[in-house]
């Protein structure tokens, strides 16, 4: 015990990673985290907070040390650990599980060193969280070893101090001399001390994504997680867990997020006295990874967020980090372009000419990109075939792709192509040629969900194909925008190039191969803006933003759902990644009619499409339409790249609201959605507002309106709707700064 020292030095430089004797400390602006050094060499969490000082965290390694002191066994299940191996007497879940060569499931992993770097080392092969300058962030490494089988453990921890976040992944090295089976491996772990906390998920289904649910976390175990080969739109791979009170500006909140798009899990385990073990990663279903001698394993990313400002704050730190950390290429910083897509206007159904006149229609509105969508290649006319066939159905488009970009790239606009690159259809060249590329299990039935199959992108020569049959028609086309679509789940996981050990590791080779398609056609084709699609949003996670910089949000485009698809989305993900689009009324998913008005006021709020046949609409609507269209190139700015406020839920409540902000806080939107009428009776609600600037006056555009930033954020302000104006009344206010 007399190892430990914690006479910690004082007055080191804030925002950084630094070791003081046993104890690690990574501070961020408003946060700090702590991680220590036990003497047995396990790592154990101290703290994850608001920031400590340097008193404080002398206090902190001494409490810790004392605590040592009273259990000189060092019982593992007494401590709060850091990512907890297998094994011994720590009973609770662990973050590793590895089968040894003698059919033991033990490991015992401890502190061997550690290195602290500027910016962040590359992690090859799956999407990474990128620094533009290496003063953006630190990284620490520990080397862990299991000095039994000598495998290495190395946990990275890289800290964004300016956003608080902490990106977490592992990677395991086999160094012994025999084969290892990882059945688990997370990218991060850690115990929360005792208290009562609450975790926040997004759940749903296709047409209803990431539904915001709250619940305690009690006693036993919480798994969310995806087994569906896709993130899934059944939970989105982010999460919240906060302690205490919490609400959009108050309280401890701490975010997760993994940058992941196959099988995940974020497990949730309280134990005993309400310690709580939070883990996030790879979901341990289905896997079994054959590691080799002198083979290496890595984690997908993990990034955590700490705010003690409750959910608007955490969620500011978020979008901020993402825009600047996760998206990348040409368009990350670029206002995107409003588009129209066929996809509601015509289904299957069109040809050369439809095309064509929804885009000379869409472009006198001012819509910048026309975007085709599925059933223009092969001979596809509904979903039962050609996917796989990527090339042109001369039947629908007699001049082909490039006849029909041409046009409409004459016209000045984009144009943009749909695809499915990882899926096949029974029925079409490429399935007869080759059956077996698909996942599946010989013997088994391969399940035709969508009348469709997976491709196995676990395979190079499936993965070159593509690239080629892919990059030929977007050449070809000068293509300037790829709808990426992924229709259906994964079922039978099998691949027919796996050696039957190796077969448990087809999801994540899967996956992996998908990420290697995107990064090439990323590279080959640096100005195409892809936008990311699974069945809508079945697929919308920090692993695709990092090769995607916007994904299509849901295939509900119902004014009214979609404010809480939106909603919900904005708890971690910026509006500049919500694909968000008018469609028609009644609505096609859900028959429900809303204004023109209200659906564009909801499409606006992220980045504005169309889904619709706008060459039928009446004079008066495409009047209605094309003022909207100028007013958002006005603010697209504001909400692309400003900070966004949820103001008011639409849960429980007859209205929503929500704002843009500008990073100097000279300029806002305001957007107010009435869902049901106000009471006559009532006195309209004031809607506080957030993030102004308290010193200075708003003058509201087109209104003889000023108030103060401090009036507008202490007092509110109320927009005043009609009582018997009816359902879906709606409004937008914009501010700019007066004096
Ligand atoms: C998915 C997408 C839709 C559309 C269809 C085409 O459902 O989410 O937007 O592209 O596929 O089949």
Redesign the pocket.
């Known amino acids: 015990m007399d190892k430990i020292d914690v006479a910690v030095t004082l007055g080191n430089e804030m925002g950084m990673i630094r070791k003081e004797q046993n104890v690690f400390v990574l501070e961020g602006k408003g946060s700090a985290y702590l991680l220590g050094i036990a003497p047995d060499g396990d790592i154990h969490h101290l703290y994850w907070g608001t920031p400590l000082g340097p008193e404080g965290i002398t206090k902190l390694a001494g409490e810790w040390v004392e605590k040592l002191l009273k259990d000189p066994k060092l019982v593992r299940e007494n401590h709060l650990r850091e990512f907890a191996d297998f094994g011994h007497n720590d009973l609770r879940v662990p973050a590793l599980h590895i089968e040894q060569s003698d059919g033991s499931r033990l490991s015992r992993f401890v502190y061997c060193s550690h290195e602290i770097t500027e910016g962040k080392p590359e992690l090859k092969g799956l999407p990474g969280t990128t620094v533009n300058s290496p003063n953006d962030a630190q990284t620490l490494k520990l080397v862990l070893e299991d000095k039994l089988k000598g495998h290495q453990l190395e946990l990275f921890y890289t800290l964004y101090p300016e956003w608080d976040a902490l990106v977490r992944r592992a990677a395991l090295k086999n160094n012994g001399p025999e084969p290892v089976h990882i059945q688990k491996l997370m990218s991060a772990s850690l115990d929360f001390p005792a208290g009562d906390y609450r975790l926040t998920s997004f759940s749903g289904a296709w047409i209803k994504e990431r539904q915001k649910l709250d619940r305690d976390l009690l006693p036993g175990t919480t798994r969310l997680e995806s087994r569906k080969g896709q993130s899934s739109h059944e939970m989105n791979p982010f999460a919240m867990v906060s302690r205490g009170m919490v609400d959009e500006e108050k309280g401890e909140v701490y975010g997760f997020a993994l940058a992941y798009s196959g099988n995940w899990l974020m497990e949730a385990e309280v134990y005993r006295d309400k310690n709580l073990r939070i883990q996030m990663g790879l979901n341990d279903f289905d896997l079994k990874w054959r590691l080799e001698p002198g083979e290496n394993f890595q984690t997908p990313e993990c990034v955590m967020v700490y705010s003690d400002q409750g959910h608007s704050s955490l969620s500011l730190k978020y979008h901020r980090f993402i825009r600047r950390h996760v998206l990348r290429g040409a368009w990350k910083d670029k206002v995107r372009p409003i588009l129209i897509?066929n996809?509601e206007a015509t289904y299957f159904d069109f040809k050369h000419e439809d095309i064509l006149r929804i885009a000379k229609n869409a472009k006198e509105l001012g819509i910048e990109l026309m975007v085709l969508?599925?059933g223009w290649f092969g001979k596809r006319d509904k979903?039962d075939s050609s996917l796989g066939d990527w090339f042109e159905d001369k039947a629908k488009l007699p001049r082909g792709i490039q006849g029909l970009a041409d046009e409409i790239h004459g016209l000045g606009m984009k144009f943009g192509l749909?695809f499915?690159p990882e899926m096949v259809s029974p029925k079409s060249r490429l399935y007869e040629q080759h059956p077996d590329w698909c996942l599946h299990v010989p013997g088994r039935d391969r399940n035709e969900m969508r009348n469709q199959l997976v491709l196995d992108m676990g395979r190079a020569e499936v993965r070159d194909y593509l690239f080629k049959a892919i990059s030929k028609v977007l050449e070809e086309g000068k293509v300037d925008y790829v709808?990426w679509?992924m229709?259906r789940p994964v079922t039978e996981a099998g691949s027919a190039i796996l050696p039957p050990n190796r077969q448990a590791q087809t999801s994540h080779r899967h996956i992996l191969g998908v990420y290697d398609l995107m990064e090439r056609l990323n590279r080959r084709f640096p100005q195409i803006l892809f936008e990311g699609?699974?069945?809508?949003g079945g697929r919308f996670d920090l692993g695709i933003l990092s090769y995607h910089p916007q994904i299509?949000a849901s295939?509900n485009t119902d004014g009214l759902d979609r404010i809480f698809i939106q909603y919900g989305t904005s708890f971690c993900y910026p509006p500049i990644t919500h694909g968000s689009h008018v469609s028609a009324s009644p609505n096609h998913q859900t028959k429900r009619e809303t204004p023109l008005k209200w659906r564009h006021l909801v499409a606006m709020s992220g980045n504005l499409g169309y889904e619709v046949d706008v060459s039928k609409w009446t004079d008066a609507e495409k009047k209605e339409a094309a003022g909207f269209i100028r007013l958002y190139k006005e603010i697209a700015p504001l909400i692309q790249f400003g900070d966004y406020y949820r103001l008011e839920s639409p849960y429980g409540s007859d209205r929503a609201s929500w704002s843009f902000v500008n990073e100097a806080r000279t300029e806002a939107v305001l957007f107010v959605f009435q869902i049901n009428p106000p009471k006559s009776s009532e006195k309209p609600v004031p809607i506080r507002l957030r993030g102004l600037d308290p010193t200075k006056k708003y003058r509201f555009i087109g209104m003889d309106l000023e108030l103060s930033g401090e009036n507008l954020m202490d007092e509110g302000w109320a927009p005043s709707f009609n009582s018997d104006g009816g359902k879906f009344q709606c409004g937008h206010y914009r501010l700019v700064v007066s004096s």
């Open positions: 897509n996809w969508d599925d979903d749909w499915e709808k679509d229709n699609c699974a069945g809508g299509w295939d």
